[in-house]
């Protein structure tokens, strides 16, 4: 699976947008661009995934960029219950390949 | 619909005993995997069992194993436990076969002593 690469840490104003940017540069054709969130201590919560389209669920938008090297993924309004680790994982989507490579993720406080 | 559970919540456990930990999948889910999650190495892929067969295995000794019954529910193993090993266990589950979420539990914590 490709590497991904995330900025450390970020801060958002409660209420504006939050935008976590990705970087994938060797992804491949094949691979998807997934987000994952961890809340301290709890279990990691899927957020959205994509392969070369934009995204968009009730939780948050995917966009990623033409040439598939790098995503965002966009909370629009953030909320004081977003602060958590924000994981970008790219993975091969195929039959028996569940493997999820973890980086070390963005930590994102939302700021009332 | 039930979502996917660990059991014990917590565990103590001293060096050199063993311990054994459960994961029970969403319903209908027939992949499981496992997770280890420490402050210094992050969230490391153990092993993944689909159909009562182990179809990926990460970087671990053989200390750790798992298994999956008929019913897709799991358990891990781990051996000779070492100060080393304290970390919270994941398990999550997937339909598998596509590019579908997987759902992970709440995670057992582990403490070695």
């Known amino acids: 699976d490709a590497k991904t690469t995330q900025p450390p840490s970020m801060d958002c104003a409660e209420g504006r947008a939050a935008n976590l940017p990705c970087n994938h540069s060797t992804i491949s054709g094949n691979e998807y661009v997934y987000w994952y969130r961890q809340i301290h201590s709890q279990g990691p919560q899927y957020i959205i995934h994509g392969l070369k389209n934009n995204e968009t669920n009730e939780m948050a938008s995917l966009i990623i960029t033409e040439d598939r090297k790098s995503s965002t993924l966009i909370l629009p309004h953030a909320t004081l219950r977003d602060t958590a680790v924000y994981y970008c994982?790219?993975?091969?989507?195929?039959?028996?390949?569940?493997?999820?490579?973890f980086g070390t993720g963005t930590r994102l406080t939302i700021i009332p | 619909k039930a979502g996917v559970t660990q059991t014990p919540r917590y565990l103590i456990k001293t060096r050199g005993q063993q311990v054994t930990l459960s994961c029970s999948p969403i319903s209908g889910h027939r992949s499981v995997s496992w997770y280890q999650q420490t402050p210094g190495q992050g969230l490391q892929f153990l092993f993944e069992?689909?159909?009562?067969?182990?179809?990926n295995k990460g970087n671990f000794p053989g200390r750790f194993s798992g298994r999956q019954f008929s019913n897709s529910r799991s358990e891990m193993n781990v051996s000779t436990l070492e100060l080393g090993d304290s970390a919270l266990y994941l398990c999550?589950?997937?339909?598998?076969?596509?590019?579908?979420?997987?759902?992970f539990g709440p995670g057992t914590r582990l403490t070695v002593l």
């Open positions: 994982i790219v993975r091969v989507v195929d039959f028996g390949n569940e493997k999820l490579t």
């Open positions: 069992y689909f159909s009562e067969t182990q179809r």
């Open positions: 999550a589950s997937s339909l598998t076969g596509g590019p579908g979420e997987q759902f």
